[in-house]
């Protein structure tokens, strides 16, 4: 019984047997609720600070692993951005090369005829309705039995044709008309003869795929395949009335491969037929400083010649030989200059081509610069710019105020092409007449000067040679 005994809250624990009590007043009440509150905010703090430590934690998981997956990720993918373009580039160059394999099979064997009624075919399903689908007719029920015509039950008909005579009467009708256009029309691909010329889309269009797939190569660093495409267009269009530029990104890709030879043997073999109509900027002064190279560096040429091919590239235009001869100057104060784009009048060729890789082949190659400038300043007076400035903007005026007077839908575009032009030439003539009045174009080239010597003979040798001449006298005279 007094081991089930309860003891109470007032009774002392520690000495029983002396029977002396203590009573749990407030004090003892208050200091107990103190230390039970103090140790429930102790487990709080410490469930918070766990907390809170916990989610660290997973945040730092979290970011470790999405660490790991993105590494993982780029190590796996296959579909990084430079792969992607180069995946995207392969594809459009295998789709361009169908398109020219089939395009060329069917101008091989061009059919007058046969063109026409797929022509007419094809204008005869773009007019009609489309049809609904009904019932099918008696030409698609199968027959069995009874209900079978003689033809399909006896063994013979009379009325049997034989498919392969027909067939070859029309094999040897259309080998009579058979062409092979691109045997027939060489050199002059891109041009129309006649209105009813079935042809002429069709040629255009594989000059243009040519054009693509050899761009495309060359973009892709296949130069071999880029030179092969570029040559067959260039066969095909011709130099006398070329539609395409093939002539000059030839002249671009062997410059860029660093083979100047094969631009001199491009010159003479092909383009120098063309003469005066040949004004590509891209043509005539990659011709003249490769002949510069061949004089200079290596001694296969002479100056006159090279001269000769800057003379030409001057003539075809003027106003490139000014930009190119005065680049510094003119780098400062012209604006806008990446704007231009397959510039076809002269400032915009002239810009254009200061402007990309070949003016870096001309500031790396010694001393071509300074003989621009010098050859240019010996014949300025055959090259008058303000010429040609004004030539531009008379042409352009008038193109404006017909444009004006007449309805056209490209309207807007068309004006904003002109304001550009007409801004550059602006931009152009402001630059050309700081130009003068600084007296750039003033000074007298060296080169003048040492053929001014050159040429300057002692007064007692001049009159030496005019008695010696009159002595001897003339061979007509002897006779």
Known sequence: MGKNKKRSKGSSGGDSSSGATTTWDSAHHALRQEQQANKRHKKQQQRQEGEEGEGQVKEDKHQVKEE???????????????KREGAKLRLNITKTQREIETLRERLRKWDNAEEQERR???????????????????????????????????????????????????????AKRVQNLLVLYKGKFGQQFTDDDLSYPYRRQLLALLMQYGLLNKEASKFKTARTALLECLDLDGIQHPITNARCHFMRLYLQVNRPQSVHELWNT????????????????????????????????????????????????????????????????????????????????????????QMGMWMGTEGALQWVQDTLLRAKTDFDWNRHLEMIETEHKGNGQGDQNGEDEGEE????????????????????????????????????????????????????????EEGEGSPDDSD
């Open 68 to 82: 790991r997956r993105f590494k993982l990720t780029a190590k796996l993918t296959h579909d990084s951005r430079v």
């Open 120 to 174: 007419d075919e094809e204008e005869r399903k773009r007019k009609e309705p489309p049809k609904k689908k009904g019932r099918l007719g008696p030409e698609s029920w199968k027959l069995k039995g009874a209900a079978r015509p003689a033809w399909m039950v006896n063994e013979f008909d009379v009325r049997y044709e034989c498919p392969h005579l027909k067939a070859h009467e029309e094999a040897r009708e259309k």
């Open 270 to 357: 092909r383009l120098s037929a063309a003469g005066k109509q040949e004004t590509s900027v891209w043509v005539l002064y990659s011709v003249a400083l490769v002949e510069y190279i061949r004089w200079n560096d290596f001694g296969e040429s002479t100056r006159q010649q090279a001269e000769q091919a800057l003379l030409r590239a001057f003539d075809g235009n003027p106003l490139c030989a000014y930009y190119l001869a005065f680049s510094d100057f003119f780098h400062q104060y012209m604006e806008y200059t990446d704007d231009i784009e397959d510039a076809g009048d002269l400032p915009g060729q002239a810009i254009e081509y200061c402007h990309d890789e």
């Open 413 to 468: 575009e068309s004006q904003e092409d002109q304001a550009d032009l007409l801004m550059f030439v602006g931009m152009f003539r402001t630059t050309m007449e700081m130009l003068e009045a600084n007296g750039s174009l003033l000074r007298v080239s060296p080169a003048i000067v040492e053929d001014a010597k050159d040429n300057k003979q002692p007064e007692g040798q001049q009159e030496k040679d005019h008695q010696s």
